[in-house]
């Protein structure tokens, strides 16, 4: 196709995008979830398909990732619905072969990278989330639109990858599995058990904490370079297991650390799709904290 050169997954710069806004076969989805803080410090997710409406990056469509991107049929929160229905989903919101995929989210890209791992699920490479997302786009006074516009369908052809979510039982097999890398993508105080917005507190044993925050540039919301990005996760050993498993509390953050190993190079790398919103609900599956 002519006039996207210098697309690059998995990652795209705001430049890339400014310049090619409007060509007739890139997608822009906008993957915003709002977070809303409670005074327990407990916290939830809300649509963020209002400040979509407010403003936008022109072109994107706003993607319901709470629900219509979440299996309805399963009793865990933010579950990937069956590939055959999420293939179903981005044909209708103008996902398809011959499309380029930019995804972009307003906090810290977890989002947008919880839908870019779900479409490689289903072997669709052309998608790359926005570096900086919506914030670094305002920084840089970057065009913004409130209108509300649709992309025609096409045609979406799903070609399944296996092995990039992992379900509990392998979760399990792995505490005891030196070649797997467990790495939890939840804050430090979670992490730790000392905050709790769960059935049980604390992580699964065996695993290393690299909060998915730790990942992002302080200033410009984008990425951490390489060099810093291998040092995240330096202490993990990552680079050296066969298979490496993250997690959260429902997937997102996750998927953020999953997209930063794979731009690293690691290969065989999974997102626990259930994560701890189903791990922290049976008793009989171990956990750990810090001790008090």
């Known amino acids: 196709m002519t006039g996207i050169e210098g697309f690059t997954p998995p990652l795209v710069n705001t430049a890339w995008l400014a310049h090619h806004l409007g060509e007739p076969?890139?997608?822009?989805?906008?993957?915003?979830?709002?977070?809303?803080?409670?005074?327990?410090?407990?916290?939830?997710?809300a649509s963020g398909s209002g400040e979509w409406r407010h403003s936008h990056i022109p072109g994107s469509i706003h993607v319901d990732v709470l629900e219509e991107l979440s299996d309805p049929n399963q009793a865990i929160p933010l579950m990937m619905p069956p590939i055959e229905e999420f293939s179903r989903l981005?044909?209708?919101?103008?996902?398809?072969?011959?499309?380029?995929?930019?995804?972009?989210?307003?906090s810290n890209h977890a989002w947008a990278a919880r839908v870019w791992w779900m479409l490689r699920v289903c072997g669709f490479d052309d998608a790359a989330v926005l570096n900086g997302g919506w914030r670094k786009w305002l920084t840089e006074r970057l065009p913004v639109s409130?209108?509300?516009?649709?992309?025609?369908?096409?045609?979406?052809?799903?070609?399944p990858?296996?092995?990039?979510?992992?379900?509990?039982?392998?979760?399990?097999?792995?505490?005891?599995?030196?070649?797997?890398?467990?790495?939890?993508?939840?804050?430090?105080?979670?992490?730790?058990?000392?905050?709790?917005?769960?059935?049980?507190?604390?992580?699964?044993?065996?695993?290393?904490?690299?909060?998915?925050?730790?990942?992002?540039?302080?200033?410009?919301?984008?990425?951490l370079q390489p060099e810093a990005l291998r040092d995240r996760?330096?202490?993990?050993?990552?680079?050296?297991?066969?298979?490496?498993?993250?997690?959260?509390?429902?997937?997102?953050?996750a998927s953020s650390d999953a997209l930063?190993?794979?731009?690293?190079?690691?290969?065989?790398?999974?997102?626990?799709?259930?994560?701890?919103?189903?791990?922290?609900?049976?008793?009989?599956l171990p956990m750990e904290t810090d001790p008090k």
């Open 260 to 284: 930063a190993l794979t731009l690293l190079g690691v290969k065989n790398v999974a997102v626990y799709d259930g994560s701890l919103s189903e791990w922290t609900q049976d008793p009989a």
């Open 25 to 45: 076969n890139i997608r822009i989805l906008d993957c915003g979830v709002v977070t809303q803080h409670h005074e327990d410090g407990s916290y939830s997710f």
């Open 233 to 253: 996760f330096a202490a993990t050993g990552a680079f050296a297991a066969k298979r490496v498993i993250t997690y959260c509390g429902g997937g997102i953050a």
């Open 90 to 106: 981005m044909a209708e919101l103008g996902v398809g072969d011959g499309t380029k995929v930019v995804l972009y989210d307003r």
């Open 146 to 159: 409130d209108a509300e516009e649709r992309y025609p369908p096409e045609r979406f052809t799903c070609r």
């Open 161 to 223: 990858r296996s092995g990039l979510m992992a379900d509990r039982r392998e979760v399990l097999s792995s505490i005891a599995n030196s070649d797997t890398c467990l790495i939890n993508a939840l804050s430090p105080e979670s992490f730790s058990g000392k905050l709790n917005n769960l059935p049980r507190a604390g992580r699964i044993p065996g695993s290393r904490n690299v909060y998915c925050q730790w990942l992002v540039d302080e200033k410009s919301g984008e990425y």
